[in-house]
T-cell receptor, first 114, second 116 residues
Framework: KAGVTQTPRYLIKTRGQQVTLSCSPI?????VSWYQQTPGQGLQFLFE???????NKGNFPGRFSGRQFSNSRSEMNVSTLELGDSALYLC?????????????FGPGTRLLVL | AQTVTQSQPEMSVQEAETVTLSCTYD???????LFWYKQPPSRQMILVIR??????QNATENRFSVNFQKAAKSFSLKISDSQLGDAAMYFC?????????????FGKGTRLSVIA
């Protein structure tokens, strides 16, 4: 079974632009979570989707948004990019929206904002 | 809010030796899950081992085992017979099983170096 895939793997943007990142979960997985990883703040939860509905949201500004499609693929969008948005964005999938479910991570998208 | 603390930013171990990575967490809950994830330089986060809080028996996965001390809120990872491929960042994570479906809460990580 193919793992979680994320595209693109690397992105360079400038301040003020917007960006869209994509995540395809493991086949059969219906829950997708997004995390931001930075050297200073570590791994921080952005949001989680299940059955096309946002189920949980972390403490990030409204510039960060996401959605999930009927095939469970998910996208996250960051508008009006700031330098501090430079990070590794990780997507994780699990079969169901349950705490006992193990989350499997993708390779991440490295975003650099100049 | 739950917090996870990894007090060792960096550790090193000789190849074939044993190393223990520490993790403590703060929670008032009794039902939760604990995880150790490994993130090699390639950046793909990989699950190493998981532990259900209601299980007293410590989880093991081949060369990886945990020492789960619920009362002390401690969850250390022991790597036996260390191999060069074990070099990575290791993250301890907590997930509540009580407060609805809360996300994983991660520690800051421990960078493990393996010396040949």
């Amino acid at each position: 079974k193919a793992g979680v895939t994320q595209t693109p793997r690397y992105l360079i943007k400038t301040r003020g632009q917007q960006v869209t990142l994509s995540c395809s979960p493991i086949s059969g997985h219906r829950s997708v979570s997004w995390y931001q990883q930075t050297p200073g703040q570590g791994l921080q939860f952005l949001f989680e989707y299940f059955s096309e509905t946002q189920r949980n949201k972390g403490n990030f500004p409204g510039r960060f948004s996401g959605r999930q499609f009927s095939n469970s693929r998910s996208e996250m969008n960051v508008s009006t990019l700031e330098l501090g948005d430079s990070a590794l964005y990780l997507c994780a999938s699990s079969q169901l929206y349950l705490a006992r479910e193990t989350q499997y991570f993708g390779p991440g998208t490295r975003l650099l904002v100049l | 809010a739950q917090t996870v603390t990894q007090s060792q930013p960096e550790m090193s171990v000789q190849e074939a030796e044993t190393v223990t990575l520490s993790c403590t967490y703060d929670t008032s809950e009794s039902d939760y899950y604990l995880f150790w994830y490994k993130q090699p330089p390639s950046r793909q986060m990989i699950l190493v081992i998981r532990q259900e809080a209601y299980k007293q028996q410590n989880a093991t996965e081949n060369r990886f085992s945990v020492n789960f001390q619920k009362a002390a809120k401690s969850f250390s990872l022991k790597i036996s017979d260390s191999q060069l491929g074990d070099a990575a960042m290791y993250f301890c994570a907590y997930r509540s099983a009580e407060s609805g479906n809360t996300p994983l809460v991660f520690g800051k990580g421990t960078r493990l170096s393996v010396i040949a």
